[in-house]
């Protein structure tokens, strides 16, 4: 069974860096495209980033030149930087998997940013 789990979020003023991570078990990252996904109160759960087993990441337009994914192989992880944060970056963060044809999720981890 393959299990994700992040960490890393927390409290972060405007303007700041956080880096939240996800550790996966049960399957391979460098199989898998991996993404990061994030849920503000009220609103719909959004794609904040992801990546292909090949390595090629895409962003959305509200993180683009602000946010970057990138993969640990050794420990079988993925890490979001977020640099430059802003109020509206708040939310929860999740981190999915796609491999072996199913769509795997983790808990979240809540990213708060004060102004």
């Known amino acids: 069974q393959v299990h994700l789990v992040e960490s890393g979020g927390g409290s972060v003023q405007a303007g700041g860096s956080l880096r939240v991570s996800c550790s996966v078990s049960?399957?391979?990252?460098?199989?898998?495209?991996m993404a990061w996904y994030r849920q503000a109160p009220g609103k719909q759960r959004e794609l904040v980033a992801n990546?292909?087993?090949?390595?090629?990441?895409t962003y959305a337009d509200s993180v683009k030149g602000r946010f970057g994914v990138s993969r640990d192989w050794r420990n079988n992880r993925l890490h979001l930087q977020m640099d430059s944060v802003k109020a509206e970056d708040t939310a929860t963060y999740y981190c999915?998997?796609?491999?072996?044809?199913?769509?795997?999720w983790g808990q979240g981890t809540q990213v708060t940013v004060s102004s």
């Open positions: 990546m292909t087993s090949a390595g090629i990441a």
């Open positions: 049960g399957g391979s990252i460098a199989l898998a495209t």
């Open positions: 999915n998997a796609q491999m072996r044809g199913r769509s795997f």
